[in-house]
């Protein structure tokens, strides 16, 4: 299949919005990362997501509106607590789970009686829900466990001949994919953190529980809350190693194992004394420009030649936690405390 590389001009979206409506997915910019977007209510539109993905069955998907109108016939109910968190934070990085409603496929859910929505606040993500006249379910727009893409050309060197189209709206802002939090139950439960925080989440709510699945391994048969958690995710080809020890230890560890593929990701200004090439991505009290930065930097590590990754442990708080948490899946858990 030969995948049409589209600008956000209204001639092109008139072209994108149209094969949406057909059926065919189509890779979208949105502020967090770009998005594998297709018909939510159309089985087989959904079906391609996965198969272009290779995801597995079970990893339910994120469908995307762009008006109140649009929720409503999607979910049983709106608790309010979904309620004062759309007034504060949508349009923007925030997905929320409610209890589906007939109207989208059992698929779309990965068999699960909830479903997880979102309005982006990107102009493009928003005039594409519109033209189409479709909510839009849609995953990042990697190949299933790849780093998620923030650029169109990411997404290109994924997606190229296995989708229809891939609109290029620039780079995006945020960079990691949407906070994802449960309403399901009496309290907010934080599934996937993001640029929208837990303890902002709590502001709003009183309370949210953040999911032991965010900073750790499942344990041998137990079930994930959000099935995302289950897999591998967000990895390079690199292996990344998270190092848990001060700046000094950390520079020390990573020098008495130098040699060939040995890199380091490092914060800005916190590269002097290492002997290993590195690749930067944001000052060590700049959460918001590593949450920018981290999927691009695991994908530069690859074609740089890196085999392991030495990096530290960010903060497990705040937007930290959404950077944590995407290095931890990144590296499959090996953590090395110094
Ligand atoms: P992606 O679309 O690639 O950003 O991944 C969507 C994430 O949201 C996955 O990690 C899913 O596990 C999670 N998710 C989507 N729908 C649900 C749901 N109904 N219940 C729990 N987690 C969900
Ligand atoms: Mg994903």
Redesign the pocket.
Known sequence: METLHLTDSPADLAVAAKLLAEGEPVAIPTETVY?LAADARNEQAVARIFAAKGRPQD????VHIAAWEQLLPLVTEIPAHAKALAEKYWPGPL?M?FKRSEAIPASV??G?D???IRWPSHPVAQALIRESGCPLA???ANLSGSP?PTTAARTAADMDGRIAAIVDGGPCEVGV??T?V?LVGDVPQL??PGYVTAEQIAEVCGDCRVNEAVTKPLKAGEA??????KYKHYAPSARVILLDGSPDASIDYVNAHAGVGVWALAYDGETEGLQVPFITYGARNDEAAQAHAIFEALRRADELGAQILYTSCPRAGGLGLAVYNRLLRAAAFEVIEL
Do not use: D, F, K, Q
């Open positions: 998005g990893n339910p998907l994120i997905t789970i859910s990965g699960l909830t479903l997880a849609a995953p990042s998620s994919e949407s994802v449960s599934l996937r994930a809350a959000s099935p995302g958690m």
